[in-house]
């Protein structure tokens, strides 16, 4: 996979867990990707979550 491939699956990636955000309303929500560790940062409320790649995807994927 080249180095576009791989930038258009994690924009893919990004975009349904955007979607997913504002599905379900979610206010006050802080959505960060670091790509050296391969995670998204999602913070809320004061607490964070931090999702792998592989996860998104699968659960994207269901």
Do not use: A, P
């Not at 349904?16 to 379900?24: A, E, N, T």
């Not at 790509?35 to 409320?45: A, H």
Request: hydrophobic residues 35%; proline residues 0%; charged residues 35%.
């Amino acid at each position: 996979m080249d180095s576009n491939e791989k930038e258009n699956q994690l924009k893919e990636l990004v975009g349904s867990v955007g979607y997913r955000l504002l599905k379900y309303h979610l206010r006050n929500v802080m959505l960060r990707i670091d790509t050296e560790r391969k995670i998204v940062i999602i913070t809320r409320d004061g607490k964070t979550h931090e999702i792998g790649f592989d996860e998104i995807e699968r659960v994207v994927n269901e």
